[in-house]
């Protein structure tokens, strides 16, 4: 969830310089999923915010996520299996 969370917000998150305005302040770069290539070149030096790390963020995020949850498949299969052991097994005495 940690990933997905930085992924979130690197992909969505306004950063670079605050500039001023009669609206109020807010940041000269916008995430990447609304302004996919930025003008400012400030905005391009973050080398998080281009996407090809962004890729990288999504394809380990990915990753974790299958491997959690095939884990997770298998443990309760291994459960399931191991209760219908237990009961198949009759007592002998």
Request: charged share 20%; hydrophobic share 45%; with cysteine.
């Amino acid at each position: 969830m940690v990933i997905w969370g930085c992924f979130a917000f690197l992909l969505f998150a306004d950063y670079g310089p605050e500039v001023s305005s009669y609206r109020g302040s807010r940041s000269l770069c916008r995430g990447p999923f609304v302004e996919s290539l930025p003008q400012e070149r400030v905005c391009r030096s973050d080398e998080l915010r281009q996407w090809p790390s962004l890729m990288g963020i999504l394809a380990l995020a990915t990753v974790a996520t299958v491997t959690a949850a095939a884990t997770t498949v298998y443990a309760k299969v291994l459960a399931r299996l191991a209760h219908s052991e237990e009961s198949r097994v009759s007592p002998q005495g």
